[in-house]
């Protein structure tokens, strides 16, 4: 399960998409929304994302996590539009036989997915609003 | 030729719209589009990935007619 969504992200739906027998553990990665940047208080935050492009990269960089990590089932959903602050912004589901690769999987997926699929952030201040880009270190459509 | 041209984030704010449909020139590249399109404005130096049919592409990589040509700035996601 990898999608992007315009409304409030379901965890249930995710734990329910990488739970099976053989699973050991399940890790919830959970993005959630700031109320401030850099001392300005943010209002809002809105993410706009190149759509089937965002969900493709979600697939791919899920697909790439279960290769490399035996064992391991990965789900990740986006949300786009309005997000409210202290609401999640993108939820990741791993299951794995064991904790070590479980959290390996959650932290490849999260990396990833900041470097590589096409969704941007806009906050919105009470004195203006700005396009927020992820730290350089995540940047680029190679970052691994 | 004509390639479709996705716009997103400042690039769509800067020009008003989230699509251009573009004649292109034989030997045209992602590159040379988004210099004609934003080579003379205020975010001609933004550093921007290419993605050609909705998949990561070269800033060089030949376009062909009806592509879907696509400006990534800077990744918000997250």
């Given at each position: 399960m990898f999608v992007l969504q315009?409304?409030?992200?379901?965890?249930?739906?995710l734990r329910a998409a990488v739970?099976?027998?053989?699973?050991?553990?399940?890790?919830?990665?959970?993005?959630v929304t700031r109320d401030t940047f850099e001392g300005r208080r943010v209002l809002r935050l809105e993410y706009e994302a190149y759509g089937p492009m965002a969900e493709a990269e979600?697939?791919?960089?899920?697909?790439?996590?279960?290769?490399?990590?035996?064992?391991?089932r990965v789900?990740?959903?986006?949300?786009?539009?309005?997000?409210?602050?202290?609401?999640p912004s993108v939820l990741i589901a791993v299951s794995a036989p064991h904790r070590v690769e479980g959290y390996e999987a959650s932290r490849r997926c999260i990396e990833r997915l900041k470097a590589?699929?096409?969704i941007w952030k806009r906050e919105v201040y009470a004195d203006g609003a700005s396009w927020k880009e992820n730290s350089p270190s995540s940047r680029g459509p190679d970052g691994r | 030729m004509i390639v479709t041209v996705r716009l997103f984030a400042a690039l769509r704010e800067l020009r008003g719209c989230e699509e251009?449909?573009?004649?292109?020139?034989p030997g045209a590249t992602p590159?040379?589009?988004?210099v004609g399109l934003f080579g003379d404005g205020p975010l001609a130096r933004l550093p921007v990935a290419y993605a050609v049919n909705a998949a990561y592409a070269r800033g060089d990589q030949a376009l062909r007619d009806g592509d879907e040509v696509a400006f990534l700035p800077p990744l918000g996601g997250g």
């Open positions: 315009d409304g409030p992200l379901d965890y249930g739906a739970l099976h027998p053989g699973a050991g553990c399940v890790l919830l990665f959970e993005g979600l697939a791919a960089i899920g697909a790439e996590v279960q290769a490399e990590l035996p064992g391991v789900a990740m959903a986006h949300r786009v539009g309005l997000v409210p602050v202290s609401e590589r699929v096409p | 251009l449909r573009c004649p292109i020139e590159q040379s589009l988004f």
